[in-house]
């Protein structure tokens, strides 16, 4: 079936610098969301987007929904350490909501 | 806010117990979910249920049931815990799409089968 592939899986930047985590569908979503959890803690969510090509802005993190509605990412400006945590995307599949794997983000200050 | 509890954070079992897991919303959401997170894995759902007494089979129902009697409570159960279910269970609602709509989750219950 429809799975949401999310990379990297892993990653591990210095404060400051620039991170951006994808998903890619191997089907068109009607829409994808992004849902953030700190460590310890369970998935919150971040955003959702619709439209093809959608570009959306919550301060220093940037979503994208890809012109074909098969892909989308996240990118974060300028990391700070309370970014960290694991990030992940996810879209419908029938009437399931499926999730990426994730991509974990650790800071080092 | 939406809240959605757990019954335990932390729980420790034995092999072939049954195991009960309760979850509580408090927003009148018609959607209830239950995921089991490991990792690398992500999220895996592993049932869902869209009304009262109404459930469907997620992508990794075996070994699992659940129960949902009234509509705030979702309760997931074990019915012969093994090892290979050890891992962190996350219940989530959600209003009334069970595909698009935002979900809510709770706190967790990270489940050790000894």
């Known amino acids: 079936g429809q799975q949401v592939m999310q990379i990297p899986q892993y990653q591990h930047v210095q404060e400051g610098e620039d991170f951006t985590t994808y998903c890619n569908s191997s089907?068109?979503?009607?829409?994808i969301q992004w849902y953030k959890q700190r460590p310890g803690g369970h998935p919150v969510f971040l955003i959702q987007?619709?439209?093809?090509?959608e570009v959306k802005k919550q301060k220093r993190l940037t979503f994208q929904f890809g012109e074909a509605k098969k892909n989308s990412s996240l990118h974060i400006t300028a990391t700070q350490t309370t970014d960290v945590g694991t990030y992940f995307c996810?879209?419908?599949?029938?009437?399931?909501?499926?999730f990426g794997a994730g991509t974990i983000l650790r800071v080092k200050s | 806010d939406v809240k959605v509890t757990q019954s335990s954070r932390y729980l420790v079992k034995r092999t072939g117990e049954k195991v009960f897991l309760e979850c509580v919303q408090d927003?009148?959401?018609?959607?209830m979910f239950w995921y089991r997170q490991d990792p690398g894995l992500g999220l895996r759902l592993i049932y869902f249920?869209?009304?009262?007494?109404?459930?469907e089979k997620g992508d990794i129902p075996e070994g699992y049931s659940v129960s949902r009697e009234k509509k705030e409570r979702f309760s997931l159960i074990l019915e012969s815990a093994s090892t290979n279910q050890t891992s962190m269970y996350l219940c989530?609602?959600?209003?009334?799409?069970?595909?698009?709509?935002?979900?809510?989750f709770g706190p967790g219950t990270r489940l050790t089968v000894l």
């Open positions: 989530a609602s959600s209003l009334t799409d069970t595909s698009t709509d935002t979900q809510y």
């Open positions: 089907t068109t979503l009607s829409n």
């Open positions: 987007l619709v439209k093809s090509g």
């Open positions: 996810a879209g419908p599949r029938g009437n399931k909501l499926v």
């Open positions: 927003m009148d959401h018609e959607n």
């Open positions: 249920s869209y009304d009262v007494k109404m459930k």
